[in-house]
Structure formats: C-alpha cells, structure tokens
C-alpha cells in the first residue's frame, strides 16, 4: 500500500521559512520515479509548484523559481520555502509517480499525501 505523508507546514511571517517533508512508502523504484509538490490556496485550482526525479532532476513553478528548493533523500523529499510571501498561503500536497512529462499537471501523478497547510502573514 503506497503512503505519502507530509509534514513541516505551519504560521510564519512574510520572508520567513519552512521546510515541508514527505515520507513515501510502497512505491516500487522505477527510473522514471517523481515526486512533486502542489498546493492548493482556498478557493484557487491546485497548482504545480516542484517536482523532482529518481536521478535528481528538478522542476519548479516560475513563482518559486529561486526561493523553493526541492532535494530528495531515498524515499523522503524535501521542500525548503524561503523568503516566503502571504500569496504562498495554500495547502501544500506532496505527488509521487511514475512519468516522464509534464511534471507540472497533476493528473500525471498516480498518489497523493493528505496535504499540509501553510500561512504566510503579512
């Protein structure tokens, strides 16, 4: 049975940081293994924001682009959020499966944690 859990969500103020984690378990390996993060603010459609591959490939959504840093050890990844802004305010959901593009559509991704909430206050 896959699980993929999230942790690290939390309050912080504008231009702080939080460090998002996602434990996956179950997930055969595969070279075409990615796992991602979307979130998801209140009243908006779910939207891409990492993603990275087996090899160590990574993707990001251009309103994160030099801010977020998604790393990966085994099978947990990481989602460092810096300089963080109140439009990063969402609930953040960690993706994994097996695909070799379109990184950034989320119906691409076959399993899906319980989501973390995030808060960025002004």
């Known amino acids: 049975q896959v699980q993929l859990v999230e942790s690290g969500g939390g309050l912080v103020q504008a231009g702080g940081s939080l460090r998002l984690s996602c434990a996956a378990s179950g997930l055969p390996f595969s070279s075409s293994y990615v796992m991602g993060w979307f979130r998801q603010a209140l009243g908006k459609e779910r939207e891409f924001v990492a993603a990275?591959?087996?090899?160590?490939l990574t993707y990001y959504a251009a309103s994160v682009t030099e801010r977020f840093t998604i790393s990966r050890d085994n099978t947990k990844n990481y989602l460092q959020m810096n300089s963080l802004k109140p439009e990063d305010t969402a609930v953040y959901f960690c993706a994994a499966g097996y695909l070799n593009r379109d990184y950034g559509r989320d119906s691409a991704y076959n399993y899906w944690g319980q989501g973390t909430p995030v808060t960025v206050s002004s």
């Open positions: 990275i591959r087996w090899s160590g």
